[in-house]
């Protein structure tokens, strides 16, 4: 069954893949059996990589050691530290890709070679190459980039099949909001065409920065009752962070929610716990700054597409922070229409990417793609200023040539200084690379013809080329920006990643087991800790007893036992946690009593940061 091509949508917070069977694009399910993969990497103290939905849970109890929203670094010289060794944001998306890869073959039977991985409409050469990059080097031929929106749109257009007569045509605009990114595209659609007219976007605004505002909330509330500030204790911040990103969610469907997380920070008093409530009318107006920065991408995209408001039939919501009520009232009173969300707005864009795999190979037969880039492209020019070749939202792949001359009497050598972006001079726009064409014939100043030729494939990826007229001498250069890898480097890393595919995939399920109980012994000496004298000798010694059974069957490496273990342990800290609550809420031991207790102990006892991670963590 080789020679089907899959889509990935390689995203900040989840990643999803998507294939098309029978010419309706499915969702692959990863090995944990959940469609979404948390775009998360840890690596655990012993040397292990955990991926996906292991790294996320761990991501509390492993802040360090955990890589999250690697894609906000694309393309950028971002390293990543973990013990002696640095890895690019490239190296760190390619071990997800990696995890995608596996748990899809595993999924389908069959080997999968070939990927259409999606990325925001306005990601630039060098964020496009680096995600090719991470695909090759997760052993996967990436034989499309194509933007999100565009993608989106045809899912959709492909979902509207037989309800209407393929022949109608819609103008379609994409509101696409993710956990960091927001991306708005006009398309029309109809006759088996998608044409994108427009694209725009804000890179640093998404999903993410809701959840900052109810942190920064939550700090200073805290702050204000204790004075305590939490931003100096990073695993507090840790689970505020999961906590905010909870309540945010919740709020999508409640009016308020209750944010408790017990035990978040102690003083000389005891220990002190968060318990705040936070209402929607109040989440709404510390973010509502950021639903008005919505509006510029939106009305900037309708300009740039030649079209006004009212000729919009359909908003589609895209992305998961497209479910806050907040979003979709915006949309409505902006457009005066009812968005809407037709397809999850979590798969759709892999479904797209699946579609655009299957036109490729011929799958799917009645679809045509025409997309757009969304920065300009050219060079740099007398006195600094950007002179474009290409103008953003130009169908790609497109080409465009232009002749230039010499600024001096007697010039012999040009520098061709390639730029992306809009803005006047070339030092405000992303330098993509620059080479220099030699041997000119020296000549008046205005006299040589230096042709220069920018050829933008359908993946968004430049090539440039420089040709003196008079010579036929010609230079040419595929952007590389200095961040990109060289194809040695990548290269390498495809090796390295060969080797680690072979032991990761070996690994992958003794390390989820043992990550499991890893975790289990650590909840369960913090509760004993934190517990103190509240919890009974016969707990305590029972909490010993298991602690003791699971790490030997550990060290046994005996992994059906260490399963069973890590379930008895987990069971009893519940029902201890359960009872310690209990007594704790219904005063049978009394807030004094408990802060007595943490009095008398001894003050070199004071728990040190790691003990603040609270057992009652309820997503363990
Ligand atoms: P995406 O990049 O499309 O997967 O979107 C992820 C973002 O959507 C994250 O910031 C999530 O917190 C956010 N999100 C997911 N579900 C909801 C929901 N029900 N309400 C609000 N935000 C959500």
């Known amino acids: 069954m080789a020679g089907k091509i899959v889509g990935i949508d390689l995203g900040t917070t989840n990643s999803v893949v998507s294939i098309v069977e029978g010419g309706e694009p499915i969702v692959i399910p990863s090995s944990e059996g959940d469609y979404l993969f948390p775009s998360v990497v840890g690596f655990s103290k012993t040397g292990e990589r955990l991926i996906g939905s292991v790294a996320k849970r761990q991501a509390v109890s492993n802040p360090d050691r ?41 999924y389908l039977g069959f080997p999968v070679e070939q990927a259409v991985i999606t990325v925001p409409a306005y990601f630039s050469d060098s964020e496009r190459q680096a995600t090719k990059d991470a695909g090759t080097i997760a052993g996967l031929e990436v034989v499309r980039i194509i933007n999100e929106p565009t993608a989106s749109c045809m899912a959709y257009d492909k979902n509207r099949e ?86 945010k969610i919740q709020l999508s469907t409640e009016t308020k929610v209750r944010v408790n997380l017990p035990f978040i920070a102690a003083d000389a008093t005891g220990p002190k716990h968060l318990d705040m409530e936070l209402t929607r009318v109040k989440f709404q107006e510390l973010t509502a700054d950021l639903i008005k920065k919505c509006e510029e991408p939106a009305l900037r995209a309708i300009e740039d597409s030649g079209l006004n408001i009212h000729q919009i039939n359909k908003v589609l919501l895209v992305g998961g922070s497209t479910r806050m009520p907040a979003v979709q009232d915006k949309v409505r009173s902006l457009f005066n229409k009812e968005p809407s969300r037709e397809i ?36 740099e020019t007398v006195g600094g200023v950007f002179t474009k070749l290409i103008e953003r939202n130009s169908h790609i792949p497109c080409s465009k040539t ?59 990826i430049v090539n440039v080329s420089a040709k003196d007229m008079a010579t036929g001498n010609k230079q040419k250069i595929t952007i590389q920006s200095p961040t990109n890898l060289s194809r040695e480097e990548i290269d390498s890393m495809v090796k390295d990643a060969a080797i680690y595919a072979e032991e990761d995939g070996r690994r992958r399920e003794e390390s989820t087991i043992r990550n499991k109980a890893n975790i289990e012994i650590d909840t369960a000496e913090h509760t004993m800790r934190d517990l103190g004298e509240r919890m009974t ?50 005063g049978r031991v009394g807030a004094d009593q408990a802060k007595a207790q943490a009095a008398e102990a001894p003050a070199e006892e004071e728990p040190d940061d790691a003990d603040l991670f609270g057992w009652f963590n309820k997503e363990e």
């Open 162 to 247: 037989g309800e209407k007569s393929s022949d109608d045509v819609e103008t379609v605009l994409i509101w696409d909001l993710g956990g960091g990114t927001f991306d708005v595209s006009i398309v029309e659609v109809g006759g088996g065409l998608v044409e994108v007219k427009a694209t725009a976007g804000n890179s640093r605004l998404g999903g993410d920065d809701w959840d900052q505002r109810i942190m920064d909330w939550l700090i200073e509330e805290f702050k204000g009752k204790y004075n305590i500030d939490l931003r100096s204790d990073r695993l507090a911040m840790q689970r505020l962070k999961e906590a905010s990103e909870n309540a």
């Open 537 to 586: 000798p016969e707990h305590r010694s029972a909490l010993r007893d298991a602690t003791d059974r699971l790490r030997t069957s550990m060290q046994a490496f005996d992994l059906p036992k260490i399963s069973a273990d890590t379930k008895t342990l987990q069971d009893l800290l519940f029902s201890i946690s359960t009872d310690a609550y209990y007594a704790l809420e219904t």
């Open 344 to 379: 999850d707005p979590d798969k759709v864009v892999a479904m797209g990417a699946a579609i655009q795999g299957a036109i490729l190979v011929g799958e799917v037969k009645d679809m045509v793609l025409l997309d757009v880039t969304s920065l300009s492209l050219g060079i």
């Open 402 to 460: 232009r002749i230039f001359t010499t600024a001096a009497d007697g010039q012999t050598v040009v520098e061709v200084h390639c730029l992306q972006g809009e803005r006047e001079l070339a030092a405000h726009n992303k330098s993509l690379g620059r080479f220099e064409l030699r041997n000119i014939p020296p000549a008046p100043r205005g006299v040589p013809q230096i042709e220069v030729t920018f050829d933008l494939d359908a993946n968004g």
């Open 66 to 106: 955990t890589v999250l929203s690697i894609k906000r670094y694309m393309g950028t010289d971002h390293k990543v530290q973990i013990d002696d060794k640095q890895y690019t944001p490239q190296e760190i998306s390619a071990m997800i890709l990696q995890k995608i890869k596996a748990d899809a073959e595993a």
